[in-house]
């Protein structure tokens, strides 16, 4: 367990936090919130590590972490979200898929929204499961998605709101592949243990929702 170089397909290296279960095990990249690479992330990623999976979290942000909203709006709002999913995500995949039988993409926020991108626009992914996120459909159409997806989301939620996370659904649904999608009544980062939103009977629904659907698919 500890931070690691891997390489990007373009051939330049990004650094994560990998947290191992061994080899031949499952495998899922864990993409982080637009606060960074912080040791919340990290403890998820040792978290699936203790349920059997390698764990892979990627440095989005290139080691720069913050707890001001504005800063972590500022560096969201700076992220190359192209490069986020074409490069680093896709190297941290290709990277576990070295270790591991099958790998899977998750994240939370600003990592929901790329694990839709990554499962729309990377090879190499068995499935997705994105929490509170969903990227502009310019960056990933829905239609494209073609694994399987469980979505968990919130009912309180002013940035991935109701009518977002609708008509994500209606687009894959539509192209045939319908997603699982489970609203919870609590509020946007409800999964984020320590965080003002954390609701403990939600995250844990999710987290066991999680495990069984990757617990089927990889």
Not at 29 to 41: P, R, S
Request: hydrophobic share 40%; glycine share 12%; net charge neutral.
């Amino acid at each position: 367990m500890g931070m690691i170089d891997f390489k990007r397909p373009d051939g330049s290296s990004c650094k994560g936090y990998l947290a191992e279960a061994g080899k031949g095990k499952p495998g899922i990249i864990v993409i982080q919130e637009w606060w960074g690479l912080n040791d919340q992330i990290k403890s998820v990623a040792d978290r699936f590590a203790s349920a059997g999976y390698n764990a892979l979290a990627p440095d989005l942000y290139k080691g720069r972490v913050t707890q001001d909203p504005d800063e972590a709006n500022h560096m969201m709002t700076g992220l190359d979200f192209v490069g986020a999913s074409d490069q680093d995500i896709a190297g941290a995949v290709k990277h576990v898929a070295d270790l591991s039988r099958k790998v899977g993409v998750m994240g939370f926020c600003l990592g929901g929204a790329l694990t839709i991108a990554a499962c729309a626009r990377v090879s190499g992914i068995a499935c997705g499961v994105p929490y509170y996120g969903v990227p502009p459909t310019q960056l990933a159409d829905p239609a494209k998605i073609k694994i399987p997806i469980q979505g968990h989301f919130a009912n309180q939620d002013d940035w991935c709101t109701p009518k977002v996370v609708d008509e994500f659904a209606a687009a894959m649904t539509k192209a045939g592949n319908k997603p699982e999608v489970y609203r919870y009544d609590a509020a946007h980062a409800f999964a984020k243990d320590g965080g003002a939103a954390y609701d403990a009977a939600a995250a844990k629904q999710a987290w066991d929702r999680t495990l069984v659907f990757l617990g089927k698919h990889l």
